[in-house]
């Protein structure tokens, strides 16, 4: 009897730790942006959230909050430089409260005509779920224009 509960408690703790969805992305991701911003010689501000962006130009025009409709050029890539999604030099329009949360929050330090890259870790983007060929627990880099907030 004891052999057999002291199996079970052994096959259970061994199959919890090696459960690749139950990883914790934050950290990992959080190192993973400093060493790209440091291997490409980049400056980024850090928000609470984990978002890291860069301003190359803030803009002149409106500055979006959070609920507004904005129109974004882009183009998103991983931390090797592939890229996996890019809009036509027109963007794309949506509302900030249908994206994910890194671009909700990150779009907000632009005004229109502003440019610049969001770092978005996972726990911001898509989590730590594949979603549509983007690896769970995945960084993802936009290099963002904000057209106009509509």
């Known amino acids: 009897m004891r052999l057999t509960l ?3 408690i052994l096959i259970f703790i061994t199959s919890c ?3 690749e969805n139950s990883i914790d992305y934050v950290s990992k991701n959080d190192a993973d ?4 911003l440091a291997d490409n010689n980049l400056t980024a501000q850090k928000s609470s959230s984990g978002l890291y962006y860069i301003i190359d130009e803030l803009g002149d025009g409106a500055q979006p909050t959070a609920i507004d409709n904005v129109t974004v050029a882009y183009k998103g890539y991983f ?5 996996f999604d890019q809009s036509s030099d027109a963007g794309i329009s949506f509302n900030l409260q249908q994206v994910i949360a890194g671009w909700t929050e990150g779009i907000t330090y632009f005004r229109e005509g502003g440019s610049g890259i969001l770092l978005v ?4 983007g ?3 779920n594949n979603f549509r060929g ?5 960084v993802l880099i936009f290099d963002i ?3 106009t907030v509509n």
Not at 134 to 138: K, R, T
């Open 145 to 147: 224009n904000l057209i």
């Open 134 to 138: 983007i690896p769970g627990g995945s």
């Open 126 to 128: 898509y989590g730590n």
């Open 17 to 19: 730790g090696n459960d």
């Open 6 to 8: 002291l199996a079970c």
């Open 33 to 36: 942006i400093q060493t790209y």
């Open 121 to 124: 870790p996972a726990h911001l």
């Open 79 to 83: 931390l090797d430089s592939s890229v």
